[in-house]
């Protein structure tokens, strides 16, 4: 039941919150790439065959969303939410390279905050210098062990390794489900932030271009949330202005992917190979 291979979900971008002009074009466009990207995407090498073909997660961008004001990144056959198991940790990797000062902090307290509505436990487990990377393996046992390689999280600039984080991206988020299309379920994956968005600060003072939001943001992708158009929401593509709070909506897609929903079978760890997201 628990034969493996992957599939790679369309990264999640995010335009600079705030009223830019051209943004809602640029993520307009973006949309149309992802959904033109998605048939391609499908595609994994090397794998047994098993009934395993790497169906992709669609990313619900901003219209699917859940009666209690959340959208769900991508659904099981069954109709339940793609998870992580909730009775394992989600450990995290941190390439720091590039960091802006203070956000060490931020990440704790987003950690913190996407722990406390879902239940799930993410961890730091420490620095790497791994580079992030449109085609990291989900499985590197000389770097990690035999284990699914942890998430990483890095400060990249932008295109770096083939990432489709654009210049104007804040982050990017990169969940990978394994597992037979159908019933997979989360067991990696990465949360790049722009390191060239210098206009953003540490901290979590305002929705718009604190980077505290930004790491809560893209650590709810993470775990299985998609966009929704509420902009009380910071889920919202483009969050709304003031001090940064998760939203009624967010709060309760944290809990649709969370803890409450019960332990899942995680298949062993193996080498797989991970299709890259769409590219321009
Ligand atoms: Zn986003």
Same mark, same amino acid.
């Not at 859940?66 to 109709?79: K, L, S, T």
């Given at each position: 039941?628990?034969?493996?291979?992957t599939?790679?979900p369309?990264?999640?971008?995010? +335009?600079?919150?705030?009223? #830019?002009?051209?943004?809602?074009?640029?993520?307009l466009?973006?949309?149309a790439?992802?959904?033109?990207?998605?048939?391609?995407?499908?595609v994994? #090498?090397?794998?047994?065959?098993?009934?395993?073909?790497?169906?992709?997660?669609?990313?619900?961008?901003? =219209?699917? @969303?859940?009666?209690?004001?959340?959208?769900?990144?991508?659904?099981?056959?069954?109709?339940?939410?793609?998870?992580?198991?909730? %009775?394992?940790p989600?450990?995290?990797?941190?390439?720091? @390279?590039?960091?802006?000062?203070?956000?060490?902090?931020?990440?704790?307290?987003?950690?913190?905050?996407? =722990?406390?509505?879902s239940?799930l436990h993410?961890?730091?487990?420490?620095?790497?210098?791994?580079?992030?990377?449109?085609? #990291?393996?989900?499985?590197?046992?000389?770097?990690?062990?035999?284990?699914? +390689?942890?998430?990483l999280?890095?400060?990249?600039?932008?295109? @770096?390794?083939?990432?489709?984080?654009?210049?104007?991206?804040?982050?990017?988020?990169?969940? $990978?489900?394994?597992?037979?299309?159908?019933? #997979?379920v989360?067991?990696?994956?990465? $949360?790049?932030?722009?390191?060239?968005?210098?206009?953003?600060?540490a901290?979590? =003072?305002?929705?718009?271009?604190?980077?505290?939001?930004?790491?809560?943001? @893209?650590?709810?992708?993470?775990?299985?949330?998609?966009?929704?158009?509420?902009?009380?929401q910071?889920?919202?593509?483009?969050? =709304?202005?003031?001090?940064?709070?998760?939203?009624?909506?967010?709060?309760?897609?944290?809990?649709?992917?969370g803890?409450?929903?019960? %332990?899942?079978?995680?298949?062993?760890p193996?080498?797989?190979?991970?299709?890259?997201?769409?590219?321009?």
């Open positions: 039941m628990t034969t493996s291979p599939s790679a369309e990264p999640a971008a995010d +335009a600079p919150s705030g009223p #830019r002009p051209g943004a809602v074009v640029t993520l466009a973006l949309a790439l992802v959904a033109a990207g998605v048939a391609a995407v499908g994994t #090498r090397g794998l047994p065959a098993t009934a395993d073909t790497g169906g992709i997660p669609h990313h619900a961008e901003p =219209g699917v @969303e859940a009666a209690g004001g959340y959208a769900v990144w991508a659904y099981n056959d069954d109709g339940r939410p793609i998870r992580w198991d909730p %009775c394992t989600i450990d995290i990797v941190v390439a720091p @390279e590039g960091a802006p000062p203070g956000t060490d902090a931020d990440l704790e307290r987003a950690i913190a905050e996407v =722990g406390r509505h239940g993410l961890r730091v487990m420490g620095e790497t210098d791994e580079r992030p990377a449109a085609r #990291r393996s989900a499985y590197q046992p000389r770097r990690y062990g035999s284990r699914w +390689a942890p998430v999280l890095a400060w990249a600039a932008p295109h @770096e390794n083939g990432l489709s984080l654009r210049d104007t991206d804040r982050g990017l988020a990169i969940p $990978v489900a394994v597992g037979h299309p159908g019933a #997979r989360y067991v990696t994956g990465q $949360v790049v932030l722009n390191a060239e968005r210098d206009d953003l600060e901290g979590f =003072g305002d929705r718009a271009d604190a980077w505290g939001a930004t790491l809560l943001h @893209e650590l709810s992708h993470l775990v299985g949330l998609a966009h929704v158009e509420d902009r009380d910071l889920m919202s593509v483009h969050p =709304g202005e003031g001090p940064v709070t998760l939203g009624s909506g967010d709060r309760a897609g944290l809990a649709a992917i803890a409450e929903h019960g %332990c899942l079978d995680v298949p062993p193996r080498d797989v190979e991970v299709a890259p997201p769409p590219q321009r």
